[in-house]
């Protein structure tokens, strides 16, 4: 079954980086785009960060020139780099397949000082 488990949220400072990889399983992972969302306390779930299985990337107005999404097609993962963290960044990360209702279970970023 498709599986999706993110990881390498945490807590840092503002200005501070992390990179949150998603590992994938149960599908060929090669073949599909995948997907940055976050959900930040009281608010709608929002696109981060898309990749197309050509590589093609799209950002959120929000975190254009601070974030960058990448996959190892050889690892299946999907990687979420954030530079420039602000506290408007805290949120749970969740990464998702770009067909079918495939969710990962999260993780914590928290931008704090």
């Known amino acids: 079954q498709v599986q999706l488990v993110e990881s390498g949220g945490g807590l840092v400072q503002p200005g501070g980086s992390l990179r949150l990889s998603c590992a994938a399983s149960g599908f060929t992972f090669s073949a599909y785009g995948m997907r940055w969302y976050r959900q930040a306390p009281g608010k709608e779930r929002e696109l981060v960060a898309t990749?197309?299985?050509?590589?093609?990337?799209n950002y959120a107005d929000s975190v254009k020139g601070r974030f960058t999404i990448s996959r190892d097609n050889a690892k299946n993962t999907v990687y979420l780099q954030m530079n420039n963290l602000k506290r408007e960044d805290t949120a749970v990360y969740y990464c998702?397949?770009?067909?079918?209702?495939?969710w990962g279970q999260g993780t914590q970023v928290t931008v704090s000082s």
């Open positions: 990749i197309s299985s050509t590589r093609s990337t």
């Open positions: 998702m397949r770009s067909v079918g209702s495939y």
